[in-house]
């Protein structure tokens, strides 16, 4: 079983769309989604710099877009499941069917800049721990005022707060954790700062009519699979301000008999988490063009065990 996954926000690199665009009719697509939402797209993906695409209102557009054109480039996948880390939920919306593309792209434009907005209010930010007991960790998050958001697997955690409870954490790790990183985001995403940007975004969902998904979809609320359309747009609304359990999800895919991830443009974090948790698990990261024939033989591999069952 193949699972699609698309990554969230701090995998974008100055660039990083330039070669997906010279693929046929990418740059006509990706304009006119640039059209639609208000935002230049092409400009962001291939000559913004590393703060222009740090940018929160911009970042999580360019990286539903570029998780939308590179999955395209794939081609019809008829069978798996999706999932998404962060705003790579509205990706992963969009590839179950759950959105259409200009509709993922519009939600994703208002999310980022109703969180844009909220992260402004107070200086905020997110810093990754490497290593350690996952419960130690968050014990010790939470006695320096800090949220767990993302909680990762693979020895993992990501810590979100205020740059003066960051800048303690970085004096003070918790004990077996071997590196505390600051990520690339302009704001502590997945915590009560976020709680202004909610109500924005409901306002926004309700305005749009989903369809059930087509493809199994796991939500990285809590790692469970869900079937209603309208219930993946009320946890994509919710997950703004609550944290990413991405630790679940991979136990879902365990659960699910997942054998094969493929990690959309901008690919490499989640394939990198896949890499240590889930042994046995073939992964490929689609981060340039180059990628997609690796990718398309990994999807018809995944694809003849259930055509020839169904022969059967």
């Known amino acids: 079983m193949l699972v699609l996954v698309a990554p969230g926000q701090g995998a974008q690199t100055p660039g990083f769309l330039t070669p997906w665009l010279e693929l046929p009719g990418a ?3 990706v304009a006119a989604w640039s059209d639609a939402i208000g935002l230049d797209l092409v400009h962001y993906g291939t000559q913004a710099d590393a703060d222009a695409i740090r940018d929160t209102a911009v970042a999580q557009p360019l990286l539903v877009a570029a998780g939308l054109l590179s999955a395209a480039a794939l081609g019809d996948i008829a069978s798996g499941a999706v999932a998404g880390h962060s705003v790579g939920e509205i990706t992963a919306a969009a590839f179950a ?13 208002k999310r980022g800049l109703a969180m844009a907005d909220a992260a402004a209010i107070t200086e905020t930010g997110m810093s990754a721990l490497l290593g350690g007991d996952p419960e130690v960790s968050v014990a010790h998050l939470e006695k320096l005022g800090l949220t767990p958001a993302n909680i990762n697997g693979a020895g993992q955690i990501v810590a979100a707060g205020t740059l003066e409870q960051l800048a303690a954490l970085a004096e003070d790790k918790p004990e077996g954790v071997r590196k505390v990183v600051p990520l690339k985001v302009a704001g502590a995403f997945h915590t009560r700062h976020m709680a202004p940007a909610v109500e924005t975004l409901a306002k926004a969902a309700a305005e749009l009519a989903p369809a059930d998904p087509k493809l199994t979809y796991v939500s990285n609320k809590d790692g469970r699979t869900v079937a209603s359309g309208a219930e993946v747009l009320e946890r994509l609304v919710g997950q703004v301000a609550n944290p990413v359990r991405w ?12 054998t094969a991830l493929i990690e959309v443009c901008p690919g490499g974090t989640l394939t990198g988490l896949a890499k240590r948790a889930l042994p046995g698990v073939r992964t490929l990261a689609l981060k340039t063009p180059e990628d997609l024939d690796a990718a398309r033989a990994l999807i018809a591999e995944t694809a003849t065990p259930a055509a020839d069952a169904a022969g059967a």
């Open 247 to 258: 630790d679940l999800c991979m136990e879902t895919f365990k659960e699910l008999g997942v």
């Open 27 to 29: 740059a006509d697509r």
């Open 97 to 109: 069917g759950v959105l259409d593309d200009i509709s993922a792209l519009n939600l994703v434009r």
